[in-house]
């Protein structure tokens, strides 16, 4: 059950997108991520500008240190729930981390990962490729012409929408912790020492 905070919802989000909109998260390591592994946001924004498509990259002052130029289809935000912006995508690209990667399958966008070699972000990225709802970059060097190919699949390939649906259906089939609860209360109560 993903939650990704509160804000006021800007005006640019209410409506439908007139083109595919992608959201870009790095966390607050991903720049550093990108940075060690050769590819910088400036590498990002340049891969999307004569892209048809709106990329909603949510970074803030630090992780956009040394760009320069931001593309007229790319609209940076500090900060915005996840929530709130995922509804309108079409598909996210991030690094693999459990709220990102529980927000994007209940919002229904297909993913596309560049999780940190050694993290549990990988298990999380093989998982949704497994399941045909994203896919993986995990070279230890990868290159903006497989993240371009990688963004362009999981937009034109209507497989991984259709994965990405039956994900979250079975998502929304787990119980959820108010379900969760009373049955742990009532084994650990079962269960207790000196019962």
Known sequence: MPYNGATVVPEWLHGTPEVPRVCL????????????????????????????????????????????TVPDNVRVIDYIPLNLLLPSCSGIIHLGGSGTWAAAVVHGAPQLMVPKNGSEYVDFAHYTESRGAGLVIEDEKPTIGALREGLLRILREPSFQEATTILRQEMAEVPSP??????????????????
């Open 25 to 68: 998260t790095l966390g607050t390591s991903g720049r550093e991520l990108f940075a060690e592994n050769g590819i910088s946001i400036s590498d990002v924004f340049r891969m999307v500008e004569d892209l048809p498509i709106e990329l909603v990259a949510t970074l803030n002052e630090s992780q956009l240190a040394g760009v320069e």
């Open 178 to 195: 108010a379900e969760i609860v009373p049955e742990l209360k009532r084994l650990t109560l079962l269960h207790r020492p000196g019962r």
